[in-house]
């Protein structure tokens, strides 16, 4: 005879086991009917720049079964709009179009109290990545990265170069070429690299980390000289230029990289979803053309992929930003 105590146990595990069943049946619904409304996906900059562009581009063809809506929240570097996704609900219905500048520079030159970049995120899918030229004009007599270095050494701080203020791309290239080169080079900033490679062309700036889709027309039309692309291997958006790395400086890649994250605790099925699609459409042949045209140099990566790139990302800029004693302006 089955002892009652023991028998009463056995019924209270029974009904534990069966809310806890039915406790899962509920989510893993939900996440087989994600999405049952449209999508945001938010973006740090104003309608008609890059980021902005590459967003639309890709949000329009994404089939989830809702729409994927892009919503501009520009503002303090990406910083809105970061903090924005970093406090919205883990369901997937809110996700972020960011970079480098938006995860971990801002946030880290402005010693962000809101969210951190590295924890308050998980990665949804890579979209590319811009590299930089560094572009020269008739103020700089160098021709080589080597030549460049050279300068730099003999005469500390007097060499400029040209970029968009503090954490943007550009400046951060600048500040990385200082960092592994050894050398102190001094920033000058203007309101966009338009106006700085104007500068450049005029003899009244040396040299500047530029986008290499909006530099390449003038070196090509003779108004600048490329001495670099800043990726990791040549790419042909530079048209054959060598890369930094490769030119004396061991290591040296940077680019302007753009992905898609989704707050930290995303349903892991909600995050697949997103992500698988998100790849298929990045791999569409209009779209590759259209990322070409922007600069973009694209890069397959699985999602565990993506997040040690992120993570890695992070504490890379971390080191450069601690090192060289950048601080917000």
Do not use: C
């Given at each position: ?62 089939q989830l079964g809702q729409p994927v809506v892009v919503e501009n929240r520009n503002g303090a570097a990406s910083l809105i709009a970061t903090e924005y996704v ?70 500390p701080g007097a060499l400029d170069y040209g970029n968009g203020g503090v954490g943007t791309s550009p400046y951060m290239a600048g500040a990385l070429f200082s ?124 999602l565990a992929a993506f997040n040690a790139f992120l993570r890695a990302d992070h504490d890379k800029w971390a080191r450069l930003i601690r090192e060289a004693g950048?601080?917000?302006?």
């Amino acid at each position: 005879m089955i002892p009652r105590t023991m028998f009463d146990r056995r019924r209270v595990l029974a009904g534990l086991l069966a809310l806890m069943a039915a406790g899962a049946g509920p989510a893993h619904a939900q996440d087989n009917a994600y999405p049952s409304r449209p999508v945001k996906l938010v973006v740090g900059a104003p309608p008609g720049g890059a980021p902005d562009t590459v967003a639309r581009l890709v949000a329009q063809r994404m089939q989830l079964g809702q729409p994927v809506v892009v919503e501009n929240r520009n503002g303090a570097a990406s910083l809105i709009a970061t903090e924005y996704v970093a406090k919205a609900p883990a369901d997937g219905y809110t996700l972020l179009l960011t970079s480098q500048t938006g995860l971990a520079v801002s946030p880290i030159i402005n010693r962000s109290k809101a969210f951190d970049g590295r924890r308050d995120f998980t990665g949804v899918g890579y979209i590319g990545s811009a590299p930089l030229v560094l572009v020269a004009g008739p103020a700089l007599q160098a021709n080589t990265v080597a030549e460049v270095i050279a300068l730099a050494k003999a005469r500390p701080g007097a060499l400029d170069y040209g970029n968009g203020g503090v954490g943007t791309s550009p400046y951060m290239a600048g500040a990385l070429f200082s960092v592994m080169t050894g050398t102190k080079i001094t920033s000058i900033p203007f309101p966009g690299e338009q106006a700085a490679m104007v500068e450049i062309m005029a003899g009244r700036l040396p040299m500047m980390f530029a986008n290499a889709a909006s530099a390449m027309p003038h070196i090509k039309a003779g108004k600048l000289r490329g001495l670099a692309v800043t990726s990791a291997e040549r790419v042909d958006v530079a048209q054959g230029l060598p890369t930094v790395a490769e030119s004396g400086v061991p290591g040296f890649e940077i680019g302007t990289w753009l992905g898609v994250v989704a707050p930290a605790g995303t349903p892991g099925p909600v995050v697949t979803k997103v992500h698988e699609e998100l790849r298929r459409v990045v791999q569409l042949p209009e779209v590759r053309e259209a990322l070409d045209r922007l600069g973009f140099v694209h890069e397959d990566r699985d999602l565990a992929a993506f997040n040690a790139f992120l993570r890695a990302d992070h504490d890379k800029w971390a080191r450069l930003i601690r090192e060289a004693g950048i601080k917000a302006e």
